[in-house]
């Protein structure tokens, strides 16, 4: 099982915000930085958020990423329906020497 | 702008070993890692290990240590994951994906850090 833990779900309507949030340790998000990627249905992940709030190259403004402590969020603001997709939270863990993802959560565009 | 082209899906038999290339086109790895992420059926994303091929150097996570063994070369610019002892557990499609990686010059470690791009992702199926 995941050492980062996420809600299996979430969901909002065009144009609303969605939150997801990312909880970890003082190994993993305590000491190092957050990454999330998103995965379309039957595609490969991309990279969405690096170190913690910086977007790729890309990446629309209405996704922003933050961290406190041991906790992550990402932020969708202004829902599109493509933004309908799986997103993973992920970074280094120093207790585990190796890198985890989040259990995933799925959201869904109403 | 560097490109991941992994190699076709491969269906093995249980106890058997499967080799996965992973080649950049467009570009090199450079001085990024090459990590492989792996996904089973219907779950999240798992971390098998990386390797950094400038120096060769490759890290697995625990649960793969004996079985996973990853290779790059260099002069073609393409990284592979070879996992033995295969099991139905193993079904999944295998990714690799260019890491940025953080150097610890205190202790002389190294960690991976972001993972872009992608490779298109090879489908590996097991069974008896």
């Known amino acids: 099982q995941s050492v980062l833990t996420q809600p299996p779900s979430a969901s909002g309507t065009p144009g609303q915000r969605v939150t997801i949030s990312c909880s970890g340790s003082?190994?993993?998000?305590?000491?190092?930085?957050v990454n999330w990627y998103q995965q379309l249905p039957g595609t490969a992940p991309k990279l969405l958020i690096y170190?913690?709030?910086q977007r790729p190259s890309g990446v629309p403004d209405r996704f922003s990423g933050s961290k406190s402590g041991t906790s992550a969020s990402l932020a969708i603001s202004g829902l599109h329906s493509e933004d309908e997709a799986d997103y993973y939270c992920?970074?280094?863990?120093?207790?585990?020497?190796?890198?985890?993802f989040g259990t995933g959560t799925k959201v869904t565009v109403l | 702008q560097v490109q991941l082209v992994q190699s076709g899906s491969e269906v093995k038999k249980t106890g058997s070993s499967v080799k996965v290339s992973c080649k950049a086109s467009?570009?090199?790895?450079?001085?990024?890692?090459v990590s492989w992420v792996r996904q089973a059926p219907g779950e999240g994303l798992e971390w098998m290990g990386g390797?950094?091929?400038?120096?060769?150097?490759?890290d697995y996570a625990q649960k793969f240590q004996g079985r996973v063994t990853m290779t790059a070369d260099e002069s073609t610019s393409t990284a592979y994951m070879e996992l033995s002892s295969l099991r139905s557990e193993d079904t999944a499609v295998y990714y690799c994906?260019?890491?940025?990686?953080?150097?610890?010059?205190?202790?002389?470690?190294?960690?991976?850090?972001?993972?872009?791009?992608w490779g298109q992702g090879t489908l590996v199926a097991v069974s008896s």
């Open positions: 994906a260019r890491a940025a990686l953080t150097y610890n010059y205190d202790t002389s470690g190294h960690s991976y850090n972001w993972f872009d791009p």
């Open positions: 992920a970074g280094w863990d120093d207790s585990l020497n190796g890198y985890v």
């Open positions: 467009g570009g090199t790895f450079s001085t990024y890692g």
């Open positions: 390797i950094i091929p400038i120096f060769g150097t490759a």
């Open positions: 003082s190994t993993n998000i305590g000491s190092n930085t």
């Open positions: 170190s913690n709030n």
